[in-house]
């Protein structure tokens, strides 16, 4: 599966953004979709995940309350909806998808998302 991440952009604290990651084929189902981010000078985190079927998420406590990840089947795309940006989001964000009963993660390529305080 090949991944595109857009949606990236300046806002300033207390904006929004609403994230898109296009997949290539149907991954309703077929794959865990997650979202990582990376901040300069630090490692990569974990942001959400949501399950094969879209029954349940998980969020890195940092962005509980705020983010919320959701998705298109018929678009193939997932969305991550965020809410009350901090400049501590600041980050490249990832979108990421794992074929069920596998430990392979395909990564799309990144947008950036730069919030000013």
Not at 33 to 52: D, H, L, N, T, Y
Not at 55 to 60: E, L
Request: with cysteine.
């Amino acid at each position: 599966v090949q991944l595109q991440a857009s949606g990236g952009g300046l806002v300033q604290t207390g904006g929004s953004l609403r994230l898109s990651c296009a997949a290539s084929e149907r991954t309703y189902n077929r794959y865990v979709i997650g979202w990582f981010r990376q901040a300069p000078g630090k490692e990569r985190e974990f942001v959400v995940a949501m399950s094969r079927n879209g029954g349940s998420t998980t969020y890195a406590n940092s962005v509980k309350g705020r983010f919320s990840i959701s998705r298109d089947n018929a678009k193939n795309t997932v969305y991550l909806q965020m809410n009350s940006l901090k400049p501590e989001d600041t980050a490249v964000y990832y979108c990421t998808a794992q074929p069920i009963g596998t430990t392979t993660q395909h990564w799309g390529q990144g947008t950036l998302v730069t919030v000013s305080s």
